[in-house]
Nanobody
Framework: VQLQASGGGLVQAGGSLTLSCVGSGRTFSTYNVGWFRQAPGKERELVARVVRTGPGTYEAYYTASVKGRFTISRDNAKNTVYLLMNSLKSEDTAVYSC????????????????WGQGTLVTVSS
């Protein structure tokens, strides 16, 4: 599968952005998809992931720092996973990348075999 991430930009603190990750292929709905971010000088972290729990059913997970502010969702008809980011803070500034995995449901970046290019999110305070 190939992934294409988009939607980054410059936003003021407290604002919102929606990132999109478009996947190729007819089986994209069977992949678990995560949004990772990497800020300058920091390690890459998984901020949200959507895990397939059965045919057409998924579970969303979030890292603590974004819970209640970010929402991950997917539209399988469009082969797209979204990350809605509300109440953005300066510490959310990072390059955001989407990644997909077959079967792997964990949080390690090494478990995700397919990656899109990053999209930069800059939050000004």
């Amino acid at each position: 599968v190939q992934l294409q991430a988009s939607g980054g930009g410059l936003v003021q603190a407290g604002g919102s952005l929606t990132l999109s990750c478009v996947g190729s292929g007819r089986t994209f709905s069977t992949y678990n998809v995560g949004w990772f971010r990497q800020a300058p000088g920091k390690e890459r972290e998984l901020v949200a992931r959507v895990v397939r729990t059965g045919p057409g059913t998924y579970e969303a997970y979030y890292t603590a720092s974004v819970k209640g502010r970010f929402t991950i969702s997917r539209d399988n008809a469009k082969n797209t996973v979204y990350l809605l980011m509300n109440s953005l803070k300066s510490e959310d500034t990072a390059v955001y990348s989407c990644a997909a995995a077959v079967g792997y449901t964990g949080t390690s970046s090494g478990g995700y075999g397919y990656w899109g290019q990053g999209t930069l999110v800059t939050v000004s305070s």
